[in-house]
């Protein structure tokens, strides 16, 4: 079982930047995809973004360009690069990491933008 531990969340002003951790138990070659999804009050959880073990990169709607995922093989890490936040961005952010048919969450780490 494939266990994640999120950090490098916090309270940031607009236009400010937060970098998030997501680092794995298990070595990230055994994972077929990491990734994140947010969930603000109210509303739906959605995909923020995520990478494949091949590296390819996939993000939500309108965050290119302003949010990078990266990985960091030897650490097991995989990394979310925020830049201009918008309060709009502020949620819970979940690592999520997918083992073969298994599907694996953090415990979520808050961001919250202020205006």
């Known amino acids: 079982q494939v266990q994640l531990v999120e950090s490098g969340g916090g309270l940031v002003q607009a236009g400010g930047s937060l970098r998030l951790s997501c680092a794995a138990s298990?070595?990230?070659?055994?994972?077929?995809?990491m990734g994140w999804y947010r969930q603000a009050p109210g509303k739906q959880r959605e995909l923020v973004a995520a990478?494949?073990?091949?590296?390819?990169?996939a993000y939500g709607d309108s965050l290119k360009g302003r949010f990078t995922i990266s990985r960091d093989n030897p650490k097991n890490t995989v990394y979310l690069q925020m830049n201009s936040l918008k309060p709009e961005d502020t949620a819970i952010y979940y690592c999520?990491?997918?083992?073969?048919?298994?599907?694996?969450w953090g415990q979520g780490t808050q961001v919250t933008v202020s205006s």
């Open positions: 999520y990491a997918i083992q073969r048919t298994d599907l694996y």
């Open positions: 298990e070595s990230i070659f055994s994972i077929n995809a």
């Open positions: 990478i494949t073990t091949q590296g390819s990169a």
